[in-house]
């Protein structure tokens, strides 16, 4: 592996973490590069440019850390542990002290103070109109959650119960937690027997990426803290549309961030209610709208016997007021971030991803 980073300390984390891997059954590509600007990380390849699913990283998921299994500090300017050590291995602590190197060293827990919207909003009103999104958490006042949380949940994954019986929900994924998100990137697959990062088609010199999951520009922003000008979708907001045959389409949630695969990807989860129906979620992709069209159309047929010419009209009509009630949603968010766009980074970024989420509404299903 080679570093470039502008820090001595976080040089050594760096290789001391690669090497703790080896050691421990585990591998590392020798053109696997890791560079730091500024306190930002990412990582790229030097051989092999192009070539997609080679292994750069991997290793056996004992390895990973359980990081919700440890008390935290309450410090605004450095993350240290105070309790829930004892249960740690020696390597899973020697990558403990490596990763709280890295993290505190280039400043970590005021990136994630300035960058998340749930650390970074102050206006009620703002927050009261992100919270209707999808993320209730905004919903409480400015300061109710911690940057702790925050960069936790950036550099973990969510891992099943271990063998052992231990079930934290949050372990540390060494090296893999450096790598940035692009839809173009490798797809996180979880294997029961390794942890691992590879190749994507877009992988060189400059950049190799991970892909997150289906992740919209707005869960990028909220849950990472970036704007993405890439995402090729748009997860609906929780909202409701009312048909004269349909009735009242409401959609409850966000779509799963490992969706099924395939057209499976287009059918969200419809269930019959005494006014119409309910949608676990809805997402706004390319070439999917007929797709939706003829399964809420279908759905309507079995339960009203009306006409295919019906179902389908009644459907389009379902869908546009919800693209509607979308773009309505963020529009709103404009005039809400608008008064302090130039002034403030964190209603800057907000006011680029609510752009970016219209545009691609408009481009897709309008």
């Known amino acids: ?128 109109h992100l919270a209707h999104a999808g993320y209730p958490d905004l919903a409480e006042p400015a300061g109710a959650a911690t940057a702790h949380d925050a960069l936790i949940r950036t550099h973990s994954l969510r891992m099943p119960p271990q063998k052992d019986g231990a079930g934290e929900t949050w372990r540390l ?46 869960q990028l922003l909220m849950l990472f803290g970036f704007v993405d000008d890439a995402s090729p979708l748009v997860h609906s907001i929780p909202t409701a549309a009312v048909g004269s045959s349909l009735g009242c389409v409401r959609v409850i949630g966000r779509a799963p961030r490992n ?19 309910q949608l676990g979620h809805l997402t706004l992709r390319q070439r999917n709208r007929e797709s939706l069209v003829g399964y809420l159309a279908m759905a309507l047929r079995a339960r009203t016997g ?22 309505d949603y963020y529009r709103r968010l404009d005039e809400l971030a608008a008064p302090a766009t130039g002034t403030d980074p964190i209603l800057a970024m907000i006011a680029a991803v609510s752009r970016r989420q219209q545009e691609r509404i408009t481009a897709m299903w309008r």
């Not at 029961?192 to 992740?215: H, K």
């Not at 019906?310 to 009509?317: I, N, P």
């Open 259 to 277: 969706p099924r695969p395939g057209h499976l990807q287009n059918v969200p989860n419809l269930t019959p209610t005494t006014d119409g129906f």
């Open 1 to 128: 592996m080679r570093v470039e980073v502008s820090h001595r300390d976080t040089a050594s984390a760096l290789v001391n973490t690669a090497d703790a891997i080896r050691a421990n059954g585990g591998f590392v590509a020798d053109d696997f590069l890791v560079r730091e600007v500024d306190g930002h990380f990412s990582c790229a390849i030097s051989d092999q440019i192009g070539e997609v699913g080679r292994p750069l990283v991997s290793y056996p998921p004992r390895l990973t850390v359980p990081l919700s299994a440890i008390t935290w500090s309450t410090s605004d300017d450095a993350l240290e542990p105070v309790a829930g050590l004892g249960g740690l291995t020696t390597v899973q602590r020697e990558f403990l002290d490596d990763w709280l190197t890295l993290v505190n060293v280039t400043g970590k827990l005021a990136q994630m103070r300035s960058l998340i919207p749930n650390l970074a909003v102050n206006d009620v009103s703002l927050r009261l």
């Open 173 to 218: 994924i060494p090296l893999k937690h450096l790598v940035n998100h692009h839809p173009s990137g490798a797809e996180q697959l979880l294997q029961p027997s390794l942890v691992t990062v590879s190749t994507s088609a877009t992988s060189d010199e400059i950049e190799t990426f991970e892909n997150y999951g289906d992740l919209d520009a707005m």
């Open 306 to 327: 009306c006409s295919r010419r019906t179902a389908v009209m009644g459907a389009e009509d379902i869908l546009d007021q919800l693209a509607q009630s979308n773009l």
